[in-house]
């Protein structure tokens, strides 16, 4: 087990305990001593784990050993036949796609697959997919849609492909065709943040009837680095603009970007991937269940609104918001005040002109 730094003072007992259980004793002093080192493992490690910091969130996140889609798909689903292709460039491995079954649906199930090994992530690209991964996604989901099966989304990637090919290929382009025809795909659509949810790369297939967390993954415009690199010109500030990004799991609940959070096996979900993986597939069925209940028309028009919800689009709102908001601290005021800059020199060059 590789330990985070933070979780130094859980790899001291558990080296104890392990110490114990090695030596074999069975006295009655030895025995309560075990178990006194198990009550304060599972008191420190909830203590730990309920207060993380954004910094220390995504580091759990991209936790190595953490659970990725492929993990999944073999603890969650009863069985998986995966497609390829895009039919126009090649097949992305960054993103995996297929037909499924969880117990009595059929169900079209893709997301963004990083890889463990070196050799892994980087046939993977990290997780950061190129536009053929993408149409590749949207040509499956309409397959889905097509025959009526409810589409299931996993998400983890810090981005998609930077890289120059990407672009030349229309990256942005069929990113925001994808939000534009999953808003309108006429079946239920699931999106779960399992690790990192990253800028567009994640938006890409993240437009659904219910938008879920894992507790200790991430979701946000803009990887901490990227945001870092942006503002403070250094990703030595990564661990500032986590802070300033607000993009954990409660405020993400508290903003309304996500629906529901799933809580994770005590210590993360790389501690203990079956059980995370039965949680998973308990939220599934349950969203499945309730989805199913709603004519398309219903269901359409709620992904429509859910998604316009999001954000301040009005002066006048955006005053009465801002009289209600607390005061930022400093690393969010520092974030706004740019922002703001930013937007009074566009509109002032856009005036003159």
Request: some cysteine; proline content about 4%; charged content about 25%.
């Amino acid at each position: 087990m590789d330990y985070l730094a933070f979780e130094q003072p859980i790899a001291d007992l558990e080296a104890e305990i392990q110490r114990l259980e090695a030596e074999q004793d069975q006295s009655a002093d030895a025995v309560e001593r075990l178990r006194t080192l198990q009550r304060e493992l599972r008191d420190i490690s909830e203590e730990i784990y309920g207060n993380l910091s954004p910094w220390q969130t995504v580091q759990v996140a991209r936790h190595k050993d953490r659970p990725h889609t492929t993990d999944y798909l073999s603890l969650v689903f009863d069985e998986f036949v995966e497609l390829h292709g895009d039919k126009l460039f090649g097949d992305d491995r960054a993103i995996r796609v297929g037909f499924a079954n969880l117990e009595n649906n059929k169900v079209m199930v893709l997301g963004h697959q990083k890889g463990r090994t070196f050799q892994d992530r980087t046939e993977n690209f990290f997780g950061c997919a190129h536009p053929e991964g993408y149409r590749k996604a949207m040509s499956k989901m309409k397959l889905a849609a097509k025959f009526g099966l409810p589409v299931i989304c996993m998400i983890d990637t810090p981005g998609a492909y930077p890289g120059i090919g990407a672009e030349e290929r229309g990256q942005a382009q069929v990113i925001a065709e994808n939000m534009y025809e999953m808003s309108r795909l006429p079946t239920p659509i699931i999106c779960v943040v399992i690790g990192e949810g990253g800028s567009g790369g994640a938006l890409g297939i993240g437009v659904g009837d219910r938008v879920a967390v894992l507790e200790h993954a991430y979701y946000s415009v803009i990887s901490p680095e990227g945001c870092a690199g942006i503002l403070w010109k250094g990703a030595e500030h990564a661990e500032k603009a986590a802070t300033a990004l607000k993009f954990t799991a409660k405020n993400l609940l508290e903003f309304g970007v996500v629906d529901d959070v799933i809580e994770e096996p005590l210590g993360g979900a790389h501690r203990d991937h079956h059980s995370m993986a039965a949680r998973l597939r308990r939220y599934f069925k349950q969203t499945l269940a309730e989805l199913a209940k709603k004519p398309v028309d219903q269901l359409l028009q709620d992904r429509y609104d859910r998604f316009r919800k999001l954000g301040v689009f009005y002066e006048q709102a955006s005053q009465e918001v801002a009289e209600e908001v607390p005061v930022a601290d400093d690393a969010t005021q520092t974030v706004n005040d740019q922002v703001t800059e930013a937007v009074n020199d566009a509109t002032s060059d856009a005036a003159s002109s």
